[in-house]
T-cell receptor
Framework: AQTVTQSQPEMSVQEAETVTLSCTYD???????LFWYKQPPSRQMILVIR??????QNATENRFSVNFQKAAKSFSLKISDSQLGDAAMYFC???????????FGKGTKLTVNP | DTGVSQNPRHKITKRGQNVTFRCDPI?????LYWYRQTLGQGPEFLTY????????KSRLLSDRFSAERPKGSFSTLEIQRTEQGDSAMYLC?????????????FGEGSRLTVL
């Protein structure tokens, strides 16, 4: 079964600084997708960024970028110029190409200090 | 508000009772998902509908759990004979499908507490 591991239960960063959240996954598939979702306190989960496994180029969305290392099965999220609104739980997730099921990690709680 | 809507937001029930949750997806979304999230964990997949057809179902979904999406619009998740282990946040999500695969739009969830 596919698994997603987030080894950092909590992280903190100073406002305007950069932080990297780690994620590793286990799969034998070649066709898959990876995601980072953000869950602010008492609010709904939203997609931050997605990466197709067949693409070598790392995805970027404004201040958010990923470091996708396919051979190492690593998918880290870098948040640049951190803002107070970035404080949330961040979940790494995996999806096989032929399935609609997302497999989530346990999450990393990010605190942004002013 | 045109987001995913879930009701009720909170439900407290006694063990052995039945509960039902409702999800109204974003209107143009044909795909609908149910996930369960317990404290300190990431969401776990329960089931997936494309229109009215239930196409994937997790082994987590025991025979006490049933989900329907009768007209391809709203969906209900029913839990029969609730147990304390069913206490969790039940999340509904919807999507437009393969164009942006994996991009789910989540509701705020329905929190179940079983006493």
């Amino acid at each position: 079964a596919q698994t997603v591991t987030q080894s950092q239960p909590e992280m903190s960063v100073q406002e305007a600084e950069t932080v990297t959240l780690s994620c590793t996954y286990d799969t034998s598939e070649s066709d898959y997708y990876l995601f980072w979702y953000k869950q602010p306190p008492s609010r709904q989960m939203i997609l931050v960024i997605r990466q197709e496994a067949y693409k070598q180029q790392n995805a970027t969305e404004n201040r958010f970028s990923v470091n996708f290392q396919k051979a190492a099965k690593s998918f880290s999220l870098k948040i640049s110029d951190s803002q107070l609104g970035d404080a949330a739980m961040y979940f790494c997730a995996y999806k096989e190409g032929g399935s609609e099921k997302l497999v989530f990690g346990k999450g990393t709680k990010l605190t942004v200090n002013p | 508000d045109t987001g995913v809507s879930q009701n009720p937001r909170h439900k407290i029930t006694k063990r052995g009772q039945n509960v039902t949750f409702r999800c109204d997806p974003i209107s143009e979304h044909n795909r609908l998902y149910w996930y369960r999230q317990t404290l300190g964990q990431g969401p776990e997949f329960l089931t997936y509908f494309q229109n009215e057809a239930q196409l994937e179902k997790s082994r987590l979904l025991s025979d006490r759990f049933s989900a329907e999406r009768p007209k391809g619009s709203f969906s209900t998740l029913e839990i029969q004979r609730t147990e304390q282990g069913d206490s969790a946040m039940y999340l509904c999500a919807s999507s437009v499908g393969q164009v942006r695969t994996g991009e789910l739009f989540f509701g705020e969830g329905s929190r179940l507490t079983v006493l």
